[in-house]
């Protein structure tokens, strides 16, 4: 069993940085691959980043690639999203979620999710 925590959401301008965290419970955190996801109002949670367990591989939605960069600190169990040059598209909650599927790009890859936090550029 993992939980999930995310932290460090917001409001910010154009072009400015967040840097997203999700603190993972359970001694196992290292063996799962994570993801993160976002959800705007009136649309479906899309993919948006996703690092293999031992943190060598990383994925990227077209949207963000360049300017978002997910990494993680198994020694702390925890995952981050540094996000740069935000736009008011990338307002949404953003989730991450923990498992050990390889079709990171789906949400049923992920067996654990956590409760979101919410993002807003304003232009």
């Known amino acids: 069993q993992v939980q999930l925590v995310e932290s460090g959401g917001g409001l910010v301008q154009a072009g400015g940085s967040l840097r997203l965290s999700c603190a993972a419970s359970?001694?196992?955190?290292?063996?799962?691959?994570m993801g993160w996801f976002r959800q705007a109002p009136g649309k479906e949670r899309e993919f948006v980043a996703h690092i293999r367990w031992s943190g060598g591989i990383t994925y990227y939605a077209d949207s963000v690639k360049g300017r978002f960069t997910i990494s993680r600190d198994n020694a702390k169990n925890t995952v981050y999203l540094q996000m740069n040059s935000l736009k008011p598209e990338d307002t949404a909650v953003y989730f991450c979620?923990?498992?050990?599927?390889?079709?990171?790009?789906?949400?049923?890859?992920?067996?654990?999710w956590g409760q979101g936090t919410q993002v807003t550029v304003s232009s």
């Open positions: 359970g001694r196992t955190f290292n063996l799962y691959n």
């Open positions: 979620a923990a498992g050990s599927g390889v079709e990171y790009r789906i949400r049923r890859a992920y067996d654990y």
